[in-house]
C-alpha cells in the first residue's frame, strides 16, 4: 500500500467491516489478498490477481461499495483492478481515464429485464472479447433508454481489465467537430491518429453524421482502416442503419456488417428495479414500494425521463417534509404530465408529433424524413418542424437530424413558415391546434 494517510485509514476500517459483515472462510480466500492502492474520485481502487478479478468483481462488487460507503460517506464505489507484475508505484494500477468516458456507467450498474437483455449481453461479450465477437456492433433506440450507458461499460470494462488497448469514445458531433477543426486547421495528420490508431472506438449518435458528407466519408475511412487492421468499433444511433438513408451505401453496408442490436424501451419490471435502485435507503416499507411501482407505471417515456421525475419526487418530499407515499407521487406527477401520450417533463416525442401530423394529414410518417418534396409533404413536414421546436427541448439540429438529416436552417425556415400562416390562414392555425389537442397539449392563443 502507498504511503497516504487518507487510503490507509480508509482502508484499515474498510478491511474491519469486511471481517464482520463477509463470512470469515469466504473473506480469507477472497478478499484478504487484495490490497488498497489508491482514493480518486470518490472511488477506492483495490489490487487483485488478474485470474480472481473477474469473480471478485461480479460476486462481491455491489457489497463491496456498500460497505464502503458505511465506512466513508464520500467514497461511492470499490473498483478492483489487476495486479500488473514489475508495476512502479501502485497508483499505476489505475487506468487512464479516455476522453468523454464517462466514469459512472458500468455493466454492474445497468439494470437488466427483458427489454434490454439482449443489447446487454452484445455489449458484455463485445468488451470481454474485442475485435473478436461482434465487430462492428451496433446499437439503436430511442433516445434516453440506456444506449449510451452500454457504450460507456464497453469503454469502461475495456479501460479497467486491458491497459494496454487504447480506447477512444467520440459522439458523432465531437467527431465532426473536430474534423472540421482539423480541415480548417491543417491537423488532419492529428486527427487521424487519434482515431484511426484506436483499438476500441466507440462512437456515440452517428445519426448527427448523416448530413455531413465530407465528415461521414472520413469516417468510411477511419472504418475500414480500424477493421482492417483488426479494432473493435460499437456505435450507437436513434435508427437502424436501412433508416439513415443520407450515409452513403458503403458506410450503412459497414454499419450492418456486424451485429445490429436494437434496444426496446425498458418495461415495468426494468423501469421498477431502475427507480428502487435510484432510490437507496431512502426506501424503506410497503407504502414507499407502491409509491416506487406508481411512479414506475407512470413514466414509461425513457430512464432519463423516470430519473427525473423520481429526482422531483424526492425533492419535492424533502422541501415540504413529506414521507414518499402514492399520494405525493401522484401530486408531482400531476404537475408534470398533461396527458398519458407526453413524456418525462410534460412534453411530446418527435415521433408523436410526427404520427399525429401525418395521421391528420392522410400521409404516411415515413414521408416527413424521406426526400420527397411535392406540396403535401414539405407542408406536413414544416408543420411537424413547428410543432417540435414549440413543444420539445431539441435544438435545431436535432430536430433535423429527426427529419431525415435536414440541416438546422432548415428547421428555422419551416418555424417562421408555419408562424407566419398562422397568422392568415386558418386552416393552418386549425391544424396546428388539433395536432396539440391529440397530444394533450392545450391549446394557445395565437
Known amino acids: 500500500m502507498p504511503h497516504d494517510p487518507q487510503l490507509e485509514t480508509v482502508w484499515n476500517a474498510f478491511r474491519a467491516r469486511l471481517r464482520a459483515?463477509?463470512?470469515?472462510?469466504?473473506?480469507?480466500?477472497?478478499?484478504?489478498?487484495?490490497?488498497?492502492?489508491?482514493?480518486?474520485d470518490k472511488t477506492l481502487?483495490?489490487?487483485?490477481?488478474?485470474?480472481?478479478?473477474?469473480?471478485?468483481?461480479?460476486?462481491?462488487?455491489?457489497?463491496?461499495?456498500?460497505?464502503?460507503?458505511?465506512?466513508?460517506?464520500?467514497?461511492?464505489?470499490?473498483?478492483?483492478?489487476?495486479?500488473?507484475?514489475g508495476a512502479g508505484p501502485a497508483v499505476a494500477a489505475i487506468p487512464a481515464k479516455p476522453r468523454g468516458l464517462n466514469p459512472a456507467h458500468r455493466f454492474e450498474d445497468f439494470v437488466i429485464g427483458a427489454s434490454n437483455r439482449f443489447a446487454h449481453a452484445a455489449a458484455l461479450a463485445t468488451a470481454e472479447l474485442p475485435g473478436q465477437a461482434y465487430n462492428p456492433l451496433y446499437i439503436h433506440g430511442?433516445?434516453?433508454?440506456?444506449?449510451?450507458?452500454l457504450l460507456n461499460a464497453i469503454g469502461n470494462y475495456t479501460v479497467l481489465n486491458d491497459r494496454a488497448l487504447k480506447v477512444v469514445y467520440a459522439t458523432g458531433e465531437a467527431f465532426t467537430g473536430e474534423f472540421t477543426s482539423a480541415v480548417r486547421s491543417g491537423?488532419?495528420?492529428?486527427?487521424?491518429?487519434?482515431?484511426?490508431?484506436?483499438?476500441?472506438?466507440?462512437?456515440?449518435?452517428?445519426?448527427?453524421?448523416e448530413s455531413k458528407r465530407r465528415t461521414a466519408e472520413e469516417l468510411l475511412h477511419t472504418f475500414d482502416a480500424l477493421l482492417g487492421k483488426g479494432a473493435q468499433l460499437v456505435l450507437a444511433a436513434d435508427r437502424a442503419p436501412s433508416a439513415l438513408p443520407a450515409f452513403d451505401a458503403r458506410l450503412r453496408e459497414r454499419f450492418e456488417s456486424g451485429l445490429v442490436v436494437e434496444l426496446d424501451p425498458p418495461d415495468f419490471d426494468v423501469r421498477l428495479s431502475i427507480v428502487r435502485k435510484r432510490a437507496g435507503k431512502w426506501l424503506s416499507g410497503a407504502d414507499q414500494l407502491a409509491a416506487l411501482e406508481l411512479l414506475a407505471r407512470q413514466v414509461s417515456s425513457s430512464v432519463h425521463a423516470l430519473e427525473g421525475a423520481l429526482i422531483r419526487v424526492r425533492a419535492y418530499g424533502s422541501l415540504t417534509q413529506q414521507p414518499l407515499t402514492t399520494a405525493l407521487v401522484e401530486h408531482v406527477l400531476s404537475n408534470l404530465y398533461t396527458s398519458p401520450a407526453l413524456e418525462g417533463g410534460g412534453r411530446p416525442s418527435t415521433e408523436q408529433i410526427q404520427s399525429s401530423t401525418?395521421?391528420?394529414?392522410?400521409?404516411?410518417?415515413?414521408?416527413?424524413?424521406?426526400?420527397?418534396?411535392n406540396r403535401r409533404v414539405v407542408y406536413a413536414r414544416q408543420v411537424a418542424m413547428y410543432l417540435c421546436r414549440e413543444l420539445t427541448d431539441l435544438s435545431l439540429p436535432a430536430i433535423g437530424q429527426r427529419f431525415g438529416g435536414r440541416d438546422h436552417t432548415t428547421v428555422l425556415h419551416a418555424h417562421r413558415q408555419v408562424r407566419t400562416r398562422m397568422l392568415t390562414d386558418t386552416a393552418t392555425r386549425?391544424?396546428?391546434?388539433?395536432?396539440?389537442?391529440?397530444?394533450?397539449v392545450p391549446s394557445q392563443n395565437r
Open 21 to 40: 459483515e463477509i463470512p470469515d472462510d469466504v473473506y480469507r480466500v477472497w478478499l484478504e489478498p487484495l490490497e488498497a492502492v489508491a482514493l480518486e
Open 45 to 85: 481502487y483495490v489490487q487483485s490477481p488478474k485470474q480472481t478479478r473477474d469473480w471478485i468483481q461480479r460476486r462481491f462488487g455491489p457489497a463491496l461499495s456498500r460497505i464502503l460507503a458505511t465506512v466513508d460517506a464520500t467514497l461511492d464505489r470499490v473498483e478492483i483492478v489487476i495486479e500488473r507484475a
Open 142 to 149: 430511442a433516445h434516453g433508454i440506456g444506449k449510451s450507458h
Open 187 to 209: 491537423g488532419m495528420d492529428a486527427f487521424k491518429a487519434r482515431y484511426r490508431d484506436a483499438d476500441l472506438l466507440i462512437l456515440d449518435d452517428v445519426q448527427f453524421i
Open 358 to 373: 401525418c395521421a391528420l394529414l392522410e400521409l404516411p410518417p415515413t414521408d416527413l424524413t424521406s426526400a420527397k418534396r
Open 430 to 440: 386549425e391544424l396546428v391546434e388539433k395536432i396539440r389537442n391529440e397530444l394533450g
